[in-house]
């Protein structure tokens, strides 16, 4: 019986040795650089995986040797659940322990989609559709349906996106983007308007967005979106047409290539402003945010007309006078000639 008990503490004190060792060993490399992480690598944890999955597919991608311990020590912590989908950016150097912390806190690699000014509705979504990394669910779907699904059906898209670059993680809908960007243009607008100057010709900030879509498409000058808007608040306030080419080359649509004719000028559509007095019933393009305060901010004066210089540097010559305005322009088409 002795004997017997003797054997049993013994073998005891060998499990409890080996528990032991078990246990440092597995602190020491719980808190020791992963051997297979040698460079900067990318992982995908998918929706819904469990830990144990993940480990596997760490193991099989050489970057977990003891993914058992590893899935036991989460467990014995508490942390077996709540890790967040998505790709992680694994750098050299990473811990599993720390591995274990960066799968629950959700620093997601991101990726960017880029809105530019003067873009249209229909250039966003091809943007959209050739990121692949965006979910695009809704990219075949008409532009009512979409301005249904971001809450409001009663907008036209036109406009209603803020030009800028977006972060999101992998999977991220199409449509979570736009309502990014819809709800920075809205903070935007509503912004430019609060602070815009008195009296202007403007039913309100709709017709202000309106008005910086024709800036924006008029020049790419910052130094002029303010005398262009002057120009066209003038104008408006005179009961003059806007006479702008680029809303005329917007209600055109495909029948557009490239060259503006005088037919094109007197073939009436809504966005004519040739044949239509005011503004046209949308915007026609992603304002900027300089272009946006330009037209809630112009710099008046007395010009009524601008036209392009020539001198390829995108500026315009504004004139006061119509007989001012001609002679401009036959300067302008002189310097053209001379090209």
Do not use: C
Not at 140 to 163: S, T, Y
């Amino acid at each position: 019986m002795r004997l017997l008990l003797r054997t049993l503490g013994a073998l005891l004190l060998l499990a409890l040795i080996a528990a032991a060792f078990l246990s440092a060993w597995s602190y020491q490399w719980l808190r020791s650089p992963i051997a297979g992480l040698q460079q900067a690598t990318t992982i995908e944890v998918t929706k819904g995986s469990s830990l144990r999955a993940v480990a596997a597919s760490l193991h099989a991608q050489g970057l977990l040797d003891q993914p058992y311990i590893w899935v036991a020590w989460a467990r014995l912590a508490g942390d077996a659940q709540g890790i967040k989908a998505g790709e992680y950016l694994l750098q050299p150097g990473l811990t599993p322990a720390e591995l274990l912390e960066l799968l629950h806190s959700g620093q997601v690699v991101l990726h960017a989609v880029t809105f530019v000014e003067g873009s249209t509705f229909g250039d966003i979504r091809k943007v959209l559709l050739a990121n692949p990394s965006i979910d695009t669910e809704y990219a075949h779907l008409p532009d009512e349906r979409i301005m249904q699904a971001l809450g409001v059906p009663e907008l036209h898209p036109e406009g209603q996106f803020f030009p800028d670059t977006y972060h999101f993680a992998r999977g991220t809908r199409d449509l979570d983007i736009l309502a990014m960007a819809h709800r920075r243009l809205q903070q935007e607008l509503e912004a430019a308007w609060r602070a815009r100057a008195p009296d202007l010709p403007l039913a309100g900030a709709y017709e202000a967005l309106i008005l910086a879509s024709i800036i924006e498409k008029e020049t790419a000058l910052d130094s002029e979106r303010g005398r262009i808007a002057g120009v066209f608040l003038e104008r408006l306030r005179r009961g003059m047409r806007l006479q702008t080419d680029p809303t005329v080359i917007y209600g055109m649509l495909e029948a557009y290539d490239g060259n503006l004719r005088r037919a094109d000028l007197t073939r009436d559509t809504p966005y004519n402003t040739y044949t239509r007095a005011g503004l046209p019933p949308t915007p026609i393009a992603m304002p900027s945010l300089q272009s946006l305060h330009a037209a809630v901010q112009p710099e008046i004066s007395n010009a009524l007309f601008f036209v392009a210089t020539g001198e390829g540097d995108g500026s315009h010559y504004f004139s006061a006078t119509l007989a001012e305005h001609n002679e401009a322009v036959r300067r302008y088409l002189r310097r053209l000639r001379q090209r």
